[in-house]
């Protein structure tokens, strides 16, 4: 697909070409039109000689001709009255006349050829066409240059743009470079929209991280006096609430930190399919993971992966958290390759997941449960840092798939024997 470049040099080139052609075209005919006056007018200047000498002498000079045979009728028509015309004749002997009448009917007239081509002709339409290919070329090599310095300072407010949707901060010195042009005015502007919205985003990020931090210490202290409650239905609701606002706390500042981007994983080799059994083995008990309702299988054969175990093992959790809570049993995990696949019988996740994938404090639909909301943008948050994919979409039974795509694998094992593993 052509670029802005080639379709501006394209276009100026273009343009150029056409203005080359009229200008050549119309110097061609203007020069045209008069070598062929100039040829008339020489011929109407001898038919003056040859008729003043005729009138006074009654004799024919400079090749002039009585009645002559070759006449062209049109010519003969136009002077029948005495008056003098020149005239062009094709044919295969182009010539230039010029004729008079002379009285009773006599026509006197001279000519000479006239030829198709004349080489001064030839030669200035040579000139013109290399003039004008020069200029063609000149343009275009101009042009492209133009268009190159033009789509670079584009390219530039596109990779802001695309910095800005990764969260990083743009290049202010190249945004804000020199220039009073369209361009220069956009890349001034992606600059105050980039800091505005990083200033809008620290803010957010620090009001967060504030909110969960003065929420800890009173929930802590909520915790501990649960514990002085007389009746044990009254401890056991205090601190299932309590619990649950420590839980949202904990999530808040786990976001607030991947937000800052202060996150970094400690890499390790791990071997993932017994690192995924262990997860789901210590993830049975909590959150709502209940023994038998999860199966791993491992298709193919095992992988040693370089990555962060315990960040792995937080994005798995959420994942089979949420699939427990908002899906139905069997919750199948599949370990292909560096491929982590979790998918459930449930209803599915909601059209908004798949088009723009979890955002916080939105639970979905109602037939998938309640909750806050983080679990998954957490594990989106923890993938990024391991340098992994989260994608999410929906599983061939239906319910809702997630697949945690890892970096590319280190090393193989020694391939497995039989056929896929089953644990649960």
């Known amino acids: 697909m052509m670029g802005i470049r080639g379709r501006i040099a394209l276009a100026i080139s273009f343009v150029t070409a056409l203005a080359v052609v009229v200008l050549g075209l119309s110097v061609h005919h203007i ?76 026509v006197l007239s001279v000519s000479a050829s006239f030829p198709r081509s004349d080489p001064a002709q030839d030669a200035l339409d040579r000139a013109l066409i290399v003039a004008g290919a020069g200029t063609v070329a000149l343009s275009a090599v101009v042009a492209w240059f133009v268009a190159q310095r033009l789509s670079r300072r584009l390219r530039v407010s596109a990779a802001a743009a695309r910095r800005i949707a990764a969260g990083e901060p743009p290049d202010a010195a190249a945004l804000t470079g020199g220039g009073r042009d369209e361009v220069a005015e956009l890349g001034r502007s992606v600059h105050h929209m980039a800091a505005s919205l990083a200033a809008r985003v620290e803010a957010e990020r620090k009001f967060t991280a504030d909110v969960a931090h003065e929420l800890r210490t009173p929930v802590a202290g909520l915790v501990a006096a649960a514990e002085l409650l007389p009746h044990e239905r009254a401890i056991e609701l205090v601190r299932d609430r309590a619990q649950a606002m420590r839980g949202l706390v904990e999530d808040l500042l786990e976001v607030s930190r991947l937000d800052a981007g202060v ?48 960040r792995v093992e937080r994005v798995l959790g959420n994942v089979l958290a949420n699939a427990v809570r ?99």
Do not use: K
């Open 31 to 106: 020069a045209e039109r008069d070598r062929q006056r100039q040829a008339r007018d020489y011929q109407d200047e001898r038919l003056s000689s040859a008729l003043r000498v005729y009138q006074r002498d009654n004799m024919l000079v400079l090749g002039a001709q009585l009645d002559d045979a070759a006449l062209p009728p049109a010519l003969t028509t136009e002077v029948a009255d005495g008056d003098s015309a020149t005239y062009l004749s094709g044919g295969d002997d182009p010539r230039a006349w010029a004729a008079t009448g002379v009285g009773d009917g006599a």
């Open 263 to 310: 996150e970094s994983a400690q890499l390790a080799a791990v071997e993932l399919a017994a690192l995924v059994r262990g997860i789901v083995r210590r993830a049975v008990g909590q959150r709502g993971v209940v023994e038998g309702e999860v199966e791993v299988t491992v298709v193919g054969e095992g992988r040693i992966v370089t990555t962060d175990a315990r």
């Open 326 to 424: 908002h899906g139905r049993p069997p919750v199948e995990v599949r370990v292909e390759g560096a491929r982590i696949v979790v998918s459930d019988h449930g209803a599915g996740y909601p059209s908004e997941v798949l088009a723009d994938g979890p955002r916080r404090f939105r639970t979905g639909a109602p037939e998938r449960g309640t909750g806050h909301g983080l679990g998954l943008t957490i594990a989106v948050g923890q993938a990024r840092v391991l340098g992994a994919r989260l994608e999410f979409g929906a599983a061939a039974s239906g319910g809702a798939e997630t697949v945690l795509l890892l970096p590319e694998l280190d090393e193989p094992l020694e391939p497995a024997a039989g056929a896929p593993v089953t644990a649960r």
